[in-house]
């Protein structure tokens, strides 16, 4: 049942999981050619063992970066600063608690769904692979998960669309960029929403009567546009911040704790 649950949009254009996990190695393939880019960029601007800015090629910035950090030599400071203002985002709560509701809000739902997905693929793997486990048992007891962390993730959303739309500033600062990604997130949760709703018959089937049937066609639909929006758009998009921002802020630990 797990399997067809990744069906294909009819019998004649049937996908199977395979296929499904064939885009997903295309999807991370994109996006780690897309990280290879952005630090070879980084890496242009980066100084260290001597090199001009410029010199030295993908590998300039990790060493560079491996070193700053090396240097702070006191692994509590950087623990600390991994927890409180990478994980806990410390430095958005003491410019604005209700923007950092939002980021916080956005960060725990994303990267919760992320890892239950994650843990549902390794066990459709093993299931695949002769192990005696049951997808479809395990699923439907992470569901509550789910869907408590989507609707976490939908909340954040709704807050940045709120601030964009009725706050001054966060408004007259928005750029399309910043529109398109809101709009890619909301539907990318929305179609999540929906599938799940098609499948078990709950209110976000908008009450039409799809039908059972239309719970594959809906549930592709959603895979296919999160792997290449949430995985293969990250590095060539804003959301590269998600990962720039850590390393900025493990890099000047020590100016910031010295203020």
């Known amino acids: 049942m797990s399997m067809e649950y ?12 395979v296929q499904v996990m064939i885009l997903s190695v295309i999807a991370i393939g994109i996006f780690l050619y897309g990280m290879y880019l952005n630090i070879k960029k980084w890496g242009l601007g980066t100084t260290g063992y001597a090199q001009e800015p410029g010199g030295g090629g ?3 910035f990790p060493k560079t970066f491996a070193s700053q950090v090396a240097k702070k ?27 950092w509701f939002m980021h916080i809000s956005i960060f725990v739902g994303w990267m919760t769904l992320f890892l239950l997905s994650l843990l549902m693929f390794l066990i459709e793997l093993l299931s695949l692979s002769g192990v005696n486990i049951h997808p479809e048992a395990i699923r439907q007891m992470l569901q509550p998960w789910n869907d408590l962390f989507s609707y976490i993730l939908l909340l954040g959303i709704g807050i940045a669309i709120f601030r964009r ?53 809906m549930a592709l639909f959603h895979a296919v546009v999160s792997l290449l929006f949430c ?21 000047n630990i020590e100016a910031e704790e010295g203020e």
Not at 80 to 86: M, R, S
Not at 181 to 195: D, E, M, S
Not at 231 to 251: G, Q, R
């Open 73 to 99: 030599g006191d692994w509590k400071i950087i623990l600390k600063t991994l927890v409180l203002d990478i994980i806990l985002q410390r430095r958005i709560i003491r410019i604005s608690k209700f923007r």
């Open 58 to 60: 993908i590998t300039v």
């Open 231 to 251: 995985i293969a758009y990250i590095p060539f998009s804003k959301y590269i911040h998600m990962i720039a921002t850590p390393l900025t802020i493990l890099a």
């Open 6 to 17: 990744f069906s294909g949009i009819s019998d004649a254009m049937r996908i199977t999981f």
């Open 165 to 217: 739309l009725f706050v001054k500033r966060a408004r007259e600062s928005t750029i399309s960029y910043d529109a398109v990604l809101l709009a890619g997130l909301t539907f990318i949760v929305i179609t999540g929403f929906v599938a799940q709703g098609i499948r078990i018959g709950d209110f976000w089937a908008f009450g039409i009567d799809w039908g059972i049937n239309a719970a594959p066609q």
